[in-house]
């Protein structure tokens, strides 16, 4: 555990990010329209989260990307509310804090760029992440926030950050 880094992401990490998500979201079932799987964006996200107030962090081990998550100002959301988005780790890295690490990352950006909220949208399929989110005080929406795209998830989140 002490050899990992928590970093932002760099433009090399497009790819092992990309082939990472797709991993993930084929070993739950969840490679479906609607989700990240089919973002145009996955190979290209170091130049996505260029974007005003977005900023994306990557686990790293030994050189080799396990993980990553971020935050974005998503289209349609209250003001003051960011997104959460791209909470994924390969299976080698679950279970051993990692991803407690990246939300925490992802709450002190989110204050540091001004956000007094924090937003997600999971799926059924992702239960396990479901269950970090509530434990870092996620709460449960009847509806989505926004207009992620992501229409297949149909799990919905929210946090105060103060």
């Known amino acids: ?11 090399s990490d497009n790819k092992p990010i990309g ?26 996200m170091f130049q996505s989260f260029l974007a005003p107030y977005a900023v994306y962090w990557v686990a790293e081990q030994s050189g080799i990307v396990i993980g990553g998550a971020g935050i974005y100002p998503t289209s349609g959301l209250p003001k003051g509310y960011c997104e959460l988005v791209k909470l994924y780790l390969n299976p080698d890295a679950r279970g051993k804090g990692i991803g407690t690490k990246l939300i925490s990352a992802c709450f002190s950006s989110a204050i540091n760029a001004g956000y007094n909220h924090i937003y997600l949208e999971t799926m059924p399929e992702l239960s396990k992440a479901a269950s970090i989110y509530e434990q870092m005080g996620f709460k449960y929406l009847t509806q989505p926030l926004g207009h992620s795209g992501h229409y297949s998830c149909n799990v919905w989140m929210m946090r105060p950050l103060f």
Request: charged letters at 40%; proline letters at 3%; a negative charge.
């Open 1 to 11: 555990m002490d050899d990992i880094i928590i970093r932002t992401m760099r433009e």
């Open 19 to 44: 082939k990472l998500i797709r991993e993930v979201l084929h070993e739950h079932k969840a490679d479906k329209p609607g989700t990240a799987f089919f973002d145009s964006n996955l190979d290209e």
